[in-house]
């Protein structure tokens, strides 16, 4: 069964950093693309970027471009998200979910994990 | 404001088939890109309902159904039951933002 599992998530002051951990489990990892997705509360799904199996592609929504920065532990079955420069703006659900094993335009992404909340506030 | 336009609330009655559209433009849906729609039960994270346009993965009952046409997509749902209660979304890609873009959401109410 496949598994996505994220932590890391917390109360963070404006301007603060982050970094989210997802660790994944019951498929290959090392040969999916994987994502980052967002909901802010009570609001809809934001992508927030996609990093390839072999981290040689990589994408980020504008919104969060020069802020964040998504990597991956192929040996270790690990995705992160190091979010710095933190906004009010980011407080949000982040998911991990698998994308697919070439990046193209017509990725869709499945699964995902439970989701892990990131709260920006002072 | 999202990329792709969704109504955000539709309803029907149990047995009844309601359909969920979602908008784009010719950056995303018309420049050819397939949608997608995952379903997002109250409390739970998204599930893929929809993949490539009109394909269900395994275990997704027949009663969904997508299609797309033009800049445009639906979602069909029929013998509505309780328990699709739940927020729908689309996806797609936009060339102009080079990135995977999602509708704002549809909220199904069963009556």
């Known amino acids: 069964e496949v598994q996505l599992v994220e932590s890391g998530g917390g109360l963070v002051k404006p301007g603060g950093s982050l970094r989210l951990s997802c660790a994944a489990s019951?498929?290959?990892?090392?040969?999916?693309?994987m994502n980052w997705v967002r909901q802010a509360p009570g609001k809809g799904l934001e992508w927030v970027s996609l990093i390839s199996s072999s981290s040689s592609q990589i994408y980020y929504a504008d919104s969060v471009r020069g802020r964040f920065t998504i990597f991956r532990d192929n040996a270790k079955n690990a995705l992160f998200l190091q979010m710095n420069s933190l906004r009010a703006e980011d407080t949000a659900v982040y998911y991990c979910a698998r994308g697919a094993r070439s990046i193209t335009p017509h990725n869709w992404i499945d699964p995902w994990g439970q989701g892990t909340l990131v709260t920006v506030s002072s | 404001q999202s990329v792709l336009t969704q109504p955000p609330s539709v309803s029907g009655a149990p047995g009844q088939r309601v359909t969920i559209s979602c908008t784009g433009s010719s950056s995303d849906i018309g420049a050819g890109y397939d949608v997608h729609w995952y379903q997002q039960l109250p409390g739970t994270a998204p599930k893929l309902l929809i993949y490539?346009?009109?394909n269900r993965p395994s275990g997704v009952p027949d009663r969904f159904s997508g299609s797309k046409s033009g800049t445009s997509a639906s979602l069909a749902i029929t013998g509505l039951q309780a328990e699709d209660e739940a927020n729908y979304y689309c996806?797609?890609?936009?060339?102009?933002?080079?990135?995977?873009?999602f509708g704002g959401g549809t909220k199904l109410t069963v009556l």
């Open positions: 019951g498929f290959t990892f090392s040969i999916y693309g």
């Open positions: 996806q797609s890609y936009d060339t102009s933002l080079t990135g995977w873009v």
């Open positions: 490539g346009n009109n």
